[in-house]
């Protein structure tokens, strides 16, 4: 059994989906502050519909949402996705760059089309090549660069925001052991110093033992009981009025 954090900032609670339970059924997902948790299972155990459900781009059918204690599942689908835009950094398995651009132009992109300045955006860009020690392909295109760089520049790309959470669809597929093992370290160290809330989806039970606690899942269940959230008598998708008599907010969470 794996035992859910006590103070989650990322909570799932009874997750399903769609209506059948023939994906998701009741599933539950409690990640803490600073904590790096790998979702294990195999092909077709529900891993790609329970990082869809829980970066916004799937609707659970019944369960809850909680960041930060905050009820995500009651904000109407504008605020929601706006909210998963500013605090969910989200790495897909196929961790492409755009090929115009130069690694750190495509690492500052999501700070961009934010808002940011360009010289900004770059700056903050550089910062997270480095954390992840490929500075010296900043000015790199996309062609040509091997598959480690490219996966570490994904991660920068994600991470640039400062978000919450970060979800991370294989992050280490097809990395040699130790170039694995060293990129797990600077998501583990990352997790820890900027109280990032760090979820790894894998396959790979070698991948899941690099991070700090492993979620199994299988047949759309984990083996995790939920963390208790405070009780809210509202239905999925309340108005937003309703969600607005909660205090939540329109800006980050902090």
Request: net charge positive; aromatic share 4%; charged share 20%.
């Amino acid at each position: 059994m794996s035992l859910p954090s006590d103070n989650p900032v990322l909570n799932a609670v009874g997750l399903t989906f769609p209506a059948d339970g023939s994906v998701l059924r009741g599933t539950h997902l409690a990640v803490g502050e600073r904590e790096a948790v790998a979702v294990l299972g195999e092909a077709g155990s529900g891993k790609s519909a329970l990082l869809a459900l829980l970066c916004g781009m799937l609707e659970p059918t019944a369960g809850s949402l909680w960041a930060n204690g905050r009820p995500l599942h009651v904000l109407p689908a504008e605020r929601r996705q706006a909210f998963f835009r500013r605090q969910f950094g989200v790495l897909p398995q196929a961790c492409r760059l755009l090929p115009e651009l130069t690694v750190a132009e495509n690492v500052a992109l999501p700070l961009r089309l934010a808002g940011m300045s360009s010289a900004r955006a770059i700056a903050r860009s550089l910062i997270w090549l480095e954390r992840f020690e490929i500075e010296d392909h900043a000015s790199s295109r996309a062609a040509g660069l091997t598959r480690p760089v490219l996966r570490r520049a994904a991660l920068a790309r994600a991470l640039v925001g400062d978000p919450v959470v970060l979800l991370a669809d294989e992050p280490l597929a097809d990395l040699a052991v130790q170039t694995a093992e060293s990129t797990a370290r600077i998501l583990r160290s990352i997790a820890v110093s900027h109280g990032t809330a760090i979820v790894v989806f894998t396959r790979d039970p070698m991948t899941a033992a690099y991070f700090n606690r492993t979620v199994k899942l299988a047949d759309g269940r984990t083996d995790t009981m939920p963390a208790t959230p405070p009780p809210v008598a509202v239905p999925l998708l309340a108005s937003t009025g309703e969600a607005a008599s909660f205090g939540l907010p329109l800006g980050p969470v902090r």
